[in-house]
């Protein structure tokens, strides 16, 4: 998840509970947050950002539908691709299945690129494997970024859904 429009903090703390409230996904872990620069349109704020994983009884499609959702109900505009965005929630992984279809990709395309998604990813799960090389997500070149800051650290889903 990413914010870099108004109160970043809180954006990433109402999506991270209204995934908790949905009644199919059960949120089991939150990273630490961390501040990164903006890729692609530079021109624009820093982002916080964060990974979380959930347990869930959705399909992958289902649950694109629900992260949508909550982009939306968090006044998210898709104006400008890359652009400013109170709260962006992309699946990343899903089991470890590989998906290929019109509007969802898994393993996220770009995510063995981007230092911002690997990093709180890897402090989640250290031994996490791209499903389709095998490879450790911690090995990725993209982990050797410097942009990437620790902002908050989080030691659980109740201390960070306690945030305001």
């Known amino acids: 998840m990413g914010s ?5 903090l809180e954006h990433l703390v109402q999506a991270v509970r209204l995934l908790n ?3 199919a996904i059960n949120v089991k872990k939150v990273s630490s947050v ?3 620069e903006p890729v692609g349109l530079t021109e624009q704020a820093k982002f916080l950002n964060i990974a979380v994983v959930i347990e869930t009884s959705l399909k992958a499609i289902e649950l694109l539908s629900a992260c949508q959702f909550i982009e939306n109900k968090l006044g998210r505009m898709r104006k400008i691709r890359w652009g400013p965005r109170t ?3 992309d699946i990343l992984l899903y089991n470890e299945e590989t998906i290929r279809l019109e509007n969802l990709i898994v393993p996220h395309i770009r995510m063995a690129e981007r230092a911002f998604v690997l990093i709180p990813l890897i402090e989640i799960n250290s031994e996490l494997k791209n499903p389709v ?3 450790l997500y911690s090995e990725e070149p993209a982990m050797e970024d410097e942009g990437v800051v620790l902002w908050k650290k989080v030691e659980g889903v109740e201390e960070f859904l306690k945030q305001d």
């Open 4 to 8: 870099n429009i108004g109160n970043r």
């Open 21 to 23: 409230e949905h009644p």
């Open 34 to 36: 961390y501040e990164t």
């Open 87 to 89: 709260v962006d929630l």
């Open 133 to 135: 090389t095998k490879k």
